[in-house]
């Protein structure tokens, strides 16, 4: 297998010619709006937003960064641990220095 999805156009053949690319394999990083990888993995790409709770330590993503701000906003007012219910005053963005040194 040469890592293209199993519907991706390259392997259209013995049937249809073989055409372009369209599973994302190509062109992982490209444009997400014309890529099919990117429409079917929105996560792709993107940097995990991690978050902790104050209160039982649990540590979990809460978003996919880039991210328009309000809606990371609104996400942040609503968050609430998912291990012991704790609102989002209790809720801390995790930093890489603090989970590389875990």
Same mark, same amino acid.
Request: charged share 25%.
């Given at each position: ?6 519907? /991706?156009?390259? %392997? ?10 369209? +599973?994302?394999?190509? *062109?992982?990083?490209? *444009?997400?709006? $014309? ?5 079917? $993995? ?10 902790? +709770?104050?209160? +039982?330590?649990? *540590? ?11 809606? #990371?906003?609104?996400?942040?007012? !609503? #968050?609430? +641990?998912?291990? /012991? !219910? ?12 603090? #989970?590389? %040194?875990?």
């Amino acid at each position: 297998m040469n890592g293209h999805a199993s519907d /991706c156009a390259v %392997h259209n053949a013995p049937a249809y010619e073989p055409g372009e690319c369209d +599973c994302g394999k190509e *062109d992982e990083m490209s *444009d997400p709006s $014309n890529n099919r990888f990117y429409r079917e $993995n929105p996560a792709a790409g993107k940097k995990p937003l991690r978050v902790g +709770c104050v209160s +039982c330590g649990a *540590d979990w993503i809460a978003a996919y960064l880039p991210m328009p701000v309000d809606k #990371l906003a609104r996400l942040a007012k !609503g #968050l609430c +641990c998912p291990v /012991c !219910g704790a609102t989002s005053a209790d809720i801390r963005i995790r930093a890489e220095k603090e #989970l590389a %040194h875990e």
